[in-house]
């Protein structure tokens, strides 16, 4: 061999036995610039020398010796590479056997799931041994080589696909085979010093007081026998079936291996704690060797050699691999099994643990506790149960054996967990049912999805739920119902007789006590049955809805009886014994909480009504519209006309009205009774709404009839009437009075006070004279700031302007707000939203940043409030007023909680249907048009600016930062000056003649076109071109936005009317209203 002559020249060379021989010997040939083909043959041997050397070192034999023992050891590798291709397990001898009823010695087992089998205990010791020698020899074998190269070089069976898949199946095998040996002895260890301990106390008491027998005998000898087990065990890591946990567990006693792990633990840890060291378990041998025991769904895993991650490596040779197969080895499923089970059992331990030690009447005080623990143990339970039926699924889905055995398992821990749920209920029923201040719906909540979670691996839950949650919310409505009545029985048998001294202090403190009443009682009630609602939607027994419904209907009944019985108490106190003052006080307390009562009936058939099913709506109309009634009747006798305008204290029941006169309410009644409720509802909205007080010319505020005396306030302005104001001190009186009254009906009647006028002749003169002077003095200031053009001057205004209605100077807002959340920001500031805490109205509100004596921002933000100064219209956004701080101006403006018409056009693929492109069009010129006619021009109108609110069906335009008021009221082209808008929505005479003849309404006009456009079509003005110059240079060559193919010979006509270049061409927006494309009736408005 080339090998033995190249190891033979360098032991002759003289230089080899020198110390650094070998060193020489490489620095030699390095420095020859000509290699001879041995000289390079042996270059390339290089590193086998050094590893030759280095074997022979620590065998402490010379070069030769180890190459000639290396030699001999290689002729044996080649019959070990054969053993392992044709290895393939089969049984050598029993050393376990038992015997039977039946013949006496049991039979050798083929392979079952039980792990105290001794059959196949033995069987897989023998292949662990077996295996175990093969890779021991193997490993020998590859000593023998520097490298799996030269490995494979002599032998190339070592390299080949077969031989390297078969030897990891057999590495994999054996490597999970004693991982989950080892992590059962680690469990066992765990157990075992708390089982033996106890039986180790138990055995010394019972050695200390009975004689030496045979039993005893017996017992010792058992017991050597199991330190010999151990020892077994320690040695060989094979034989683990002489532990006494396995003998304690395999028997059929009712002692527990996990009870006193468990007591003990729970002492000084929670159960998640406590359970820790099974989510290590899991997580590092179980769900490895599952992975290993599941047939993968695709069988081409199979043709692969080098799996790129390790759960596919798992798979691939796995039990279900043709290698794996082939090797016959036992199945470790039943190691797999007992392991996955000992969580299940710990737990099922727990769960019994808790059952025997119930409590048969546990204090209120700890009932809390006790739930809690039953909610962590349900909690575990559910969790280990589904990793457990995974397990035995994976483990099983490619085997014919029969899992009945864990079936019965599964099905006594379901049993175990039913009665833990069902304790769990009942310990919530009796805290649920404990008196508490307010109700716990929250906590209710909470323990209600919890539930629903648990009766998902419940068998039974379901119903046991149903019927508890019920009970417990009938009981609550039920007690509801009854501290109602009782405690304003109470409270009304205090109402003292005749005795005047005693009368006044109490009837004040019934009152008290009766607010107090209906507060706290109609908090638990609206709470309790928004819950109910939520349970309601879970599928609950027959038997348990109907229950649930009639306690709901129950409390219904309560309510209007309860408002009766406090409405004909106070009926019958002798107002005589009360001085005016303290009557006209205690009108107005007995008023006051009596519309409480009504408050707390209208909240809860709102509630009712959302959840009554529909075979009970027949009865709950017919209640609905009784308590209607009963609330108008109050209205018009108790509560005072109205002023003209709908009060706060009505918006309530004016809305359950409304619900009452709903179809799938009304449909129940029958034509007399539908018509006494609309003469009824026309009364009592007569009364609440009323008209406005009336007055004497001399108030300034004085009308023939409610709509002229609305009408007047209305138009009324500073420099547009020439009749006699009021004073300061008048106006502010009469607001004030005004103001009180509409706020609340609890407000004294100003009809009960009378004024007697006694003014002579010379007194009427010298009043005439004053009020000409005055009237003079008016008229010559109206002409002085006219003159200056300070104020304006009543003008004719057009048919579109007929709708508009003027309000006097929006002045900095009067009312207290609470802001939201950030909808927004557009070029000058942050948009929020903000709710008007008086009326509960939702608002925008738009932060405008200032600066130290920022008069600029501040003169900015002022021109756009003057611009809208006064304007009332549906297709135009309310401004209410500003608030002026340190560092920010705030602008309150009306809030479209549908979003942009941007958005809406942007989320259709193709444009909007034709119908709601006239109907939004009609309404944006309309809102165009009366922005003209106050000669404004808004000079950035686009869908961005337009807003949606009514679920849609209305349009607004906004953001007036670029719009300007122009002073003409006649439409002319060049009214305005300067580059202002967005390009792609800007028509010619603002790019062309910006700087010279400017620009006025009519580019309103071109921007509508252009929205008229996006809506159609789904896209943007000029959406083909990127930059703004393209835009400009496309507009200044003549040319217009390109309407969608689809659009109507109307649509089209409306469009040529808009993008006329010539601005003295292009319609005006009374004439687009004119147009037959915006012509949509009222029923599409």
Not at 733 to 739: D, E, L, V
Not at 786 to 802: W, Y
């Amino acid at each position: 061999m080339n090998r033995d002559k190249m190891i033979t020249k360098v032991v002759d060379s003289k230089d080899y036995n020198n110390k650094h021989g070998i060193e020489l010997i490489i620095h030699h040939i390095l420095q020859n610039k000509w290699l001879s083909r041995e000289e390079h043959l042996w270059q390339n041997e290089i590193k086998d020398l050094i590893w030759l050397e280095l074997q022979a070192f620590h065998a402490d034999r010379t070069p030769v010796e180890e190459d000639s023992y290396l030699c001999t050891e290689r002729e044996k590798v080649e019959p070990l590479l054969k053993d392992i291709m044709t290895y393939r397990f089969k049984r050598h001898s029993r050393c376990y056997s038992t015997q039977n009823s039946d013949s006496g010695v049991e039979d050798d087992c083929s392979g079952c799931l039980s792990i105290y089998c001794m059959s196949c205990l033995e069987a897989q010791n023998e292949a662990l041994r077996d295996i175990e020698d093969l890779m021991q020899r193997l490993s020998a074998a590859e000593a023998l080589f520097p490298s799996g190269h030269a490995f494979a070089e002599l032998y190339p069976l070592y390299s080949s696909p077969e031989f390297i898949c078969r030897v990891k199946a057999i590495s994999l095998w054996y490597n999970m085979t004693r991982q989950q040996r080892l992590k059962l002895m680690i469990m066992v260890k765990l157990l075992e010093n708390k089982v033996g301990r106890e039986r180790e106390d138990d055995r010394n008491s019972t050695d200390s007081t009975s004689p030496s027998d045979s039993n005893n005998s017996s017992s010792s000898s058992m017991n050597e026998s199991l330190y010999e087990a151990r020892t077994t065990w320690e040695i060989t890591s094979f034989n683990f079936a002489q532990f006494p946990f396995f003998s304690v567990h395999k028997s059929e006693s009712s002692f527990s291996p996990y009870r006193k792990y468990i007591e003990n633990i729970l002492k000084t840890r929670s159960l998640h704690k406590s359970l820790g060291f099974l989510d290590h378990l899991q997580m590092f041998v179980l769900r490895k060797a599952q992975l290993t025991l599941i047939k993968p769904d695709d069988v081409e895993i199979y043709a692969k050699v080098c799996c790129d991650n390790e759960e596919e490596e798992l798979q691939r040779f796995g039990c279900c691999s043709p290698e794996a197969k082939a090797l016959n080895l036992p199945s470790y499923r039943s190691i797999f099994l007992f392991l996955a089970a000992i969580p299940l059992k710990m737990i099922h331990e727990f769960l019994k643990m808790r059952l025997e030690q119930k409590p048969e009447k546990p204090s209120p005080l700890s009932v809390r506790q006790l739930m809690r623990e039953l909610k962590e143990g349900l909690k575990v339970a559910t969790q280990q149960k589904d990793k457990i039926l995974k397990y035995i699924d994976g483990a099983l889905s490619d085997t014919k054996e029969n899992n009945e055995v864990y079936a019965d398992k599964i099905r006594d821990f379901d049993e175990c967990m039913l009665r833990v749920f069902s304790d769990y209920l009942d310990y919530l029923e009796q805290w649920a049912l404990l008196h508490h201040e307010t109700f716990q719906k929250n906590l209710l909540e909470e323990e209600w999805h919890f539930s629903c979670h648990v009766i998902k691996h419940v068998p039974g839950g379901s119903e046991l739920l149903g019927r508890k949650f019920c009970y417990i919310l009938c009981t609550i409505l039920k007690t509801v119902a009854e501290r109602l009545r009782d405690r304003i029985e109470d409270v009304l048998g205090n109402v003292p007789g005749e005795d005047k001294s005693v009368m006044k202090q109490t009837v004040f403190v019934i009152c008290r006590e009766m607010q107090s009443i209906f507060n706290e009682e109609r908090e638990m009630c609206i709470k309790t049955i928004a819950f109910c609602k939520t349970v309601f939607k879970h599928d609950l027994p027959k038997e348990s809805r109907i229950e649930l419904t009639m306690a709901i209907i129950s409390l219904k009944c309560s309510i209007p009886d309860a408002i009766g019985r406090v409405q004909s108490e106070f009926d019958q106190i002798n107002m005589d014994l009360f001085e005016e003052i303290e009557r006209t006080s205690l009108v107005s307390r007995t008023r006051e909480i009596l519309m409480q009562g009504y408050r707390f009936g209208f909240e809860f058939y709102k509630e009712m009504s959302e959840s009554m099913p529909s075979e009970k709506r027949q009865k709950l109309a017919r209640s609905m519209v009784q308590f209607a009634n009963l609330w108008m009747k109050f209205v018009t006798d108790r509560c005072e006309r109205g002023r003209g305008m709908r009060p706060r204290w009505a918006y309530q029941g004016l809305e359950f009205l409304l619900t009452v006169c709903e179809p799938r309410n009304t449909q129940y009644l029958t034509e007399e009774e539908f018509e006494d409720l609309k003469r009824n509802m026309d009364v009592c909205i007569s009364h609440v709404i009323g008209t406005t007080a009336p007055s004497t010319p001399e108030s300034g505020f004085y009308s023939a009839s409610p709509r002229s005396s609305l009408e007047h306030i209305r138009i009324r302005s500073r420099g547009s009437s020439p009749s006699p104001r009021p004073t300061y001190k008048s106006q502010r009186s009469n607001g004030r009075k005004t103001s009180m009254e509409q706020g609340s009906p609890v407000g004294d009647s100003l009809d009960a006070i009378s004024f007697s006028h006694r003014s002579s002749r010379k007194d009427d003169a010298r009043k005439h004279s004053r009020l000409e002077a005055i009237e003079h003095l008016d008229t010559y200031l109206d002409e002085k700031l006219s003159k200056h053009q300070l104020i304006g001057k009543v003008v004719t205004c057009s048919n579109g302007f007929a709708k508009v209605h003027i309000k006097r100077r929006l002045r900095e807002v009067t009312f207290t707000w609470q802001r939201g959340i950030k909808i927004g920001q557009g070029r000058f500031g942050k948009v929020y939203t903000a709710v008007n805490n008086k009326t509960g109205e939702m608002m925008a509100v738009k932060e405008v940043a200032l600066q130290h004596n920022d008069n600029h921002t501040i003169k900015r933000v002022g021109e756009e409030m003057k611009i809208l100064e006064g304007i009332v219209h549906r297709n135009l956004v309310r401004y209410y007023g500003v608030e002026v701080h340190k560092d920010e101006m705030l602008i309150f403006m009306e809030f479209c909680a549908e979003g942009t018409l941007e958005n809406l056009v942007a989320a259709s693929e193709n444009g909007l249907p034709e119908l709601l492109v006239r109907r939004y069009t009609c309404q944006l010129v309309s809102g165009v048009a009366v922005l003209h006619d106050h000669g404004i021009v808004h000079r950035d109108i686009k869908t961005a600016n337009i807003f949606l609110t009514d679920n849609g069906n209305c349009l607004k335009i906004g953001d007036f930062g670029c719009a300007a008021k122009i002073k003409s009221n006649s439409t002319m082209p060049g009214e305005l000056q300067g580059f202002v808008g967005t390009q792609a929505y800007m028509a010619p005479e603002v790019f062309t003649k910006n700087m010279n003849e400017g620009h006025g309404r009519a580019a309103d006009i071109w921007s509508v076109g252009c929205v008229v456009v996006e809506m159609a079509s789904g896209k943007r003005p000029w959406y083909q071109f990127d930059s703004n110059y393209q835009i400009m240079f496309k507009v200044g060559m003549g040319q217009s936005p390109d309407p969608p193919d689809h659009m109507t010979d109307e649509g089209l006509d409306f469009l040529e009317l808009c993008f006329q270049h010539n601005p003295k061409e292009r319609a005006s927006a009374h004439e687009l209203l004119d147009h037959t494309f915006v012509k949509v009736g009222d029923d599409f408005m």
